[in-house]
């Protein structure tokens, strides 16, 4: 595998995003931009490079969180978060690719189309995390999962909504504006 410096770079830009903006929004539970920039690096840079900054993100706000450290929470959001690294990568190498943001494709139906599916794709991943992640917890915690889940149903609509909205609103956005500035 060759692994280029521009990769590497990419790879620590987006990690340093991802951690500066959680650390940006610590005092809103459940609402962070992570998951959306996680899922862009594996579109634009591929599945690998996506995990890379999804793990490398939670071990560093993972480990330094004023909230604390937990190894077991650790390291399931870790795992977790890996997901939109490879749904990215997946979609971009399955031609289900984003259009570039030209003027007419950015006000066309294209372009609202793709968004609409980033934000149902968004919001589906983070089901599937919040679910794994919940689970996971409760098992490890020796908690019942129906009442796990259940008194976490605040925290995971906050995630899921957000996550809908960011994906929709900003996921061509930026895969478009980061695309072109990688090919400069």
């Known amino acids: 595998m060759n692994v280029s410096s521009k990769n590497l770079s990419f790879v620590a830009i987006m990690t340093a995003l991802c951690v500066g903006s959680n650390y940006a929004l610590i005092g809103v539970p459940n609402v962070k931009f992570m998951d959306l920039f996680v ?18 993100t939670w071990l560093v706000y993972g480990t330094l969180n004023p909230y604390g450290f937990d190894l077991p929470t650790f390291l399931t959001t870790s795992i977790g978060e890996t997901i939109y ?9 399955s031609g289900l ?7 007419a494709t950015l006000m066309g139906r294209s372009y609202w189309g793709t968004s609409l ?14 679910l794994f992640t919940n689970v996971v917890t409760g098992i490890v915690f020796g908690i019942p999962l129906i009442l796990w889940i259940i008194q976490g149903v605040p925290y995971t609509v906050a995630h899921e909504v957000s996550n809908f909205f960011f994906f ?12 072109r500035i990688m090919c400069k």
């Not at 690294?85 to 190498?93: C, F, K, Q």
């Not at 690719?97 to 003027?103: A, K, Q």
């Not at 929709?168 to 695309?179: D, E, F, K, S």
Request: glycine share 20%; hydrophobic share 50%.
């Open 85 to 93: 690294g490879v749904a990215g990568g997946l979609m971009a190498r």
């Open 168 to 179: 929709l609103a900003g996921g061509n956005v930026l895969i478009n504006a980061i695309r």
């Open 39 to 56: 899922f862009v690096s594996g579109y634009l840079a591929g599945s690998l490079s996506g995990v890379a900054v999804g793990f490398l």
């Open 97 to 103: 690719g984003l259009s570039s943001s030209s003027s």
């Open 117 to 130: 599916k980033l934000g149902m794709l968004g919001f589906l991943l983070t089901f599937v995390y919040d």
